[in-house]
C-alpha cells in the first residue's frame, strides 16, 4: 500500500504547476488574497440551525452573507463543502470571509451568499466520529445530497434573499467534500451551474473499498446541462493521491469540459484556499 502511495504521489508530482499564463481563468492568488485588510468591510457570518427530515434532527450551518446584504436584492449561491474530519466550523480556516470579501471589493467576483452545512448527514453528526474510515461513515455524507435538496436548501429560500436557477447556484467543498461537491454537481444539474472539487478524495468512482457513486462509463455532464467545472490537486498530497487527476482525466474521455490544475502544496488549505480563490473568480458569470 505505501509502495501504491509513492507512485501515486510521484505521478502527481509530475504534473505541471499552474501558471497564469498556461491556464485560462486560473492565476496564483496575489498575496495578501486571504487576508483581513483593515479598510475593508466584510460579510457577516451566522450560524443557524434548521430541521431535517432527511436525518430526523436539527443542523447546523454557517452563512456567510456578502458585506451589506438587503432583502431588496437577491443573491447567487455558494454551498461550500467540509472534509471528512470536519463540520460546518472547518472552513474558517481557509478563511472565505477574507478571500472572497476580498475578490467582491475588487470588482472580481460577485456578491454571494456562502452556506457552509455540516454534510455528515445523519443523526449523529459530530467531527471525528469512531468509524471515521468506515463505509458507514462515507455512506453519511453521501446521504448529505437528500439533506441538501430537500432540507438545507428550502430553508435557504424561505429565509434569505435567494436567486435561483442552476446559473445562480453553486456547489464546491474539499477532500470530502470536494467528492460530495462533483457527485452533487453531476447528479443535479439542473439546480447546480457551477461545481468545485479541491482535492476530492475517493469514492467518486469505484475502488478497492467502495462500489463509486458513478460508473467511468457514466461520469460525465448531462448533454445540455453542462456546468463550470474545477477540480485541483497539490504537489505532495499524499492522501488522495492522484484521484484528482483520474477524475478529470475521467470527465475529459466522456467529452465533460472542465478546468483541471496542479498547484504547490499538500493536502491542506493551501491548496483549499487556491481553489476557492479560482472557483469564486469564475462563479455566476
Known amino acids: 500500500m505505501q509502495r501504491l502511495l509513492l507512485i501515486l504521489m510521484a505521478l502527481l508530482m509530475a504534473l505541471p504547476v499552474v501558471r497564469a499564463e498556461e491556464e485560462a481563468g ?16 466584510y460579510g457577516k457570518t451566522l450560524l443557524r440551525t ?12 454557517m452563512i456567510l452573507l456578502p458585506p451589506d446584504y438587503t432583502e431588496e436584492k437577491q443573491y447567487p449561491v455558494l454551498y461550500l463543502l467540509h472534509g471528512i474530519g470536519g463540520d460546518e466550523n472547518e472552513w474558517a480556516g481557509g478563511r472565505p470571509t477574507w478571500v472572497i470579501g476580498n475578490l467582491i471589493a475588487a470588482g472580481e467576483a460577485r456578491e454571494m451568499i456562502v452556506v457552509m452545512p455540516n454534510i455528515r448527514a445523519r443523526a449523529n ?33 424561505a429565509n ?12 464546491a467543498g474539499l477532500s470530502m467534500g470536494g467528492r460530495e461537491a462533483l457527485y452533487i454537481g453531476l447528479m443535479m444539474p439542473e439546480t447546480f451551474g457551477y461545481v468545485g472539487a479541491f482535492c476530492p478524495a475517493p469514492g467518486v468512482l469505484p475502488y478497492n473499498v467502495e462500489k463509486g457513486l ?10 445540455g446541462l453542462e456546468s463550470y467545472i474545477l477540480i485541483n490537486a497539490g504537489t505532495t498530497d499524499g492522501v488522495v493521491g492522484a484521484w484528482p487527476k483520474t ?13 483541471f490544475y496542479v498547484t504547490e502544496g499538500g493536502h491542506d488549505f493551501r491548496v483549499w484556499k487556491h481553489g476557492l480563490y479560482n472557483f469564486a473568480k469564475n462563479l455566476f458569470k
Open 125 to 157: 453528526d459530530k467531527a471525528n466520529p469512531s468509524d471515521m474510515y468506515q463505509p458507514s461513515h462515507f455512506e453519511a455524507f453521501d446521504n448529505f445530497i437528500n439533506d441538501l435538496r430537500d432540507d438545507l436548501m428550502p430553508y435557504m429560500k
Open 247 to 259: 477524475y478529470a482525466d475521467t470527465l475529459e474521455a466522456n467529452g465533460t469540459a472542465l478546468t
Open 214 to 223: 458513478f460508473q467511468p462509463e457514466n461520469f460525465k455532464a448531462t448533454e
Open 160 to 171: 434569505f434573499s435567494i436567486a435561483e436557477g442552476r446559473e445562480n447556484t453553486a456547489v
Open 50 to 61: 434548521y430541521p431535517s427530515a432527511t436525518t430526523g434532527t436539527n443542523r447546523r450551518v
Open 26 to 41: 486560473v492565476i496564483d492568488p496575489p498575496e495578501g488574497f486571504d487576508a483581513n485588510r483593515p479598510d475593508m468591510t
